[in-house]
């Protein structure tokens, strides 16, 4: 019975999370190129006390020969500006792919839900089963994006059932990248 439970609880977490479609008719070669991530929604108890830390981060996405995606990062942390570097594995599906989280140690999903590609870019990151790991971030070809595109982005954090206190809009990162 536990097992019947279990397996139910697990087939409806699949059916919520997979139930976010990528982008109509994504286009890689529009999405590659510089992106700022501009706001996000994490509810993880341990980034908590790192949230007033948080500043805007500059990433820029390369398409591999592969068909994959190089994603370089760089995060201002309080005593350095830090460059990390993903790579992004293509899914049978356009707008979806999976990387691993040497964080977390584990497989995620990326799902680009909904982009212009010359402002905005909305995505949605997970690890199936775990909700704890779930994250929605908002990207912008600059740092600044027009407020009706914010109000969208904390719509969707909402829907996806993220507290408003988890939805968050740092402020711009000085020299990182350095010049």
Request: with cysteine.
């Amino acid at each position: 019975m536990r097992t019947t439970l279990l397996s139910v609880a697990m087939v409806i977490m699949c059916v919520t999370v997979h139930a976010v479609k990528p982008q109509k008719d994504f286009n890689l070669q529009k999405f590659a190129g510089k992106w700022y991530r501009v706001g996000f929604a994490y509810d993880s108890p341990g980034f908590i006390p790192l949230r007033d830390k948080v500043k805007v981060s500059m990433g820029i996405i390369t398409i591999l020969p592969s068909g994959n995606v190089s994603l370089t990062m760089w995060e201002a942390l309080s005593v350095a500006c830090l460059t990390k570097f993903y790579q992004y594995n293509t899914t049978s599906v356009p707008g979806q792919f999976v990387y691993f989280s040497t964080r977390h140690n584990m497989v995620k999903d990326v799902t680009v839900v909904d982009t212009n590609y010359t402002e905005y870019a909305l995505a949605l990151k997970y690890k199936n089963f775990n909700r704890e790991y779930t994250q929605v971030a908002l990207y912008g070809r600059s740092p600044r994006l027009r407020m009706h595109v914010m109000q969208k982005f904390k719509a969707f954090a909402l829907s996806r059932g993220f507290p408003r206190g988890s939805i968050l809009t740092p402020p711009p990162a000085e020299n990182c990248p350095p010049s």
